[in-house]
Antibody, heavy 122, light 113 residues
Framework: QLHLQESGPGLVKPSETLSLTCAVS??????????WDWIRQPPGKGLEWIGN???????YYNPSLKSRVTISVDMSKNQFSLKLSSVTAADTAVYYC??????????????WGQGALVTVSS | DIVMTQSPDSLAVSLGERATINCKSS????????????LAWYQQKAGQPPKLVIH???TRESGVPDRFTGSGSGTDFTLTISSLQAEDVAVYFC?????????FGQGTKLEIK
């Protein structure tokens, strides 16, 4: 059974970099041809897709965040990560890591982590 | 970007009655080559991550009760819950995965009347 778990600081200062990691268990990222995603949800609001990474390392980013986002994968630890630079209060959200259930970009998200609340405040 | 618009924003339905949620995309999410609509529905209960309910517009995810039905094609889609149960109280989101950036509807809050 696939399990995704986000981890990282719950509080980040304005202008600094938000860093989160998603630990994957139940499947090896290196041998499974899936896309691994980051999605966020501001408190009480809707869902925003941030971007994804394929097991090969290729990435797609939301253009609205592209200049500030980096998604990477660490095969040795079976995890993938999100970095969002120059954060403001508008980046306060629950951040979810997730998996798309297929080997091509256009597939639905079938597994989600529980989410990690990140607050941007001084 | 493809804009997804849901209606209504909130909905109150009596137990055992039908609930209908609509989703409209700003451009078609139908792949003519694959004859598939790249449209999913998610259910999000309070304090939980979203859960995939319907994908490819009308395919029920494994384990989802058959009272959940997805329909529509092109730009207009509907999620129907045929007989509302207490455990169906949640916010429902549609999402297109036809093209990046993937986008979600604003959500429809479903409550018991």
């Amino acid at each position: 059974q696939l399990h995704l778990q986000e981890s990282g600081p719950g509080l980040v200062k304005p202008s600094e970099t938000l860093s989160l990691t998603c630990a994957v268990s139940g499947v090896f990222i290196s041998s499974s041809r899936y896309y691994w995603d980051w999605i966020r949800q501001p408190p009480g609001k809707g869902l925003e897709w941030i971007g994804n990474i394929y097991y090969s390392g290729s990435t797609y980013y939301n253009p609205s965040l592209k200049s500030r986002v980096t998604i990477s994968v660490d095969m040795s630890k079976n995890q993938f990560s999100l970095k969002l630079s120059s954060v403001t209060a508008a980046d306060t959200a629950v951040y979810y890591c997730a998996r798309q259930g297929g080997s091509h970009p256009g597939t639905p998200i079938d597994y989600w982590g529980q989410g990690a609340l990140v607050t941007v405040s001084s | 970007d493809i804009v997804m618009t849901q209606s209504p924003d909130s909905l109150a339905v009596s137990l055992g009655e039908r609930a209908t949620i609509n989703c409209k995309s700003s451009q078609s999410v139908l792949s003519s080559s694959k004859n598939q609509n790249y449209l999913a529905w998610y259910q999000q209960k309070a304090g939980q991550p979203p859960k995939l309910v319907i994908h490819w517009a009308s395919t029920r995810e494994s384990g989802v009760p058959d009272r959940f039905t997805g329909s529509g094609s092109g730009t207009d889609f509907t999620l129907t819950i045929s007989s509302l149960q207490a455990e169906d109280v949640a916010v429902y989101f549609c999402q297109q995965y036809y093209s990046t950036p993937y986008t979600f509807g604003q959500g429809t809050k479903l409550e018991i009347k």
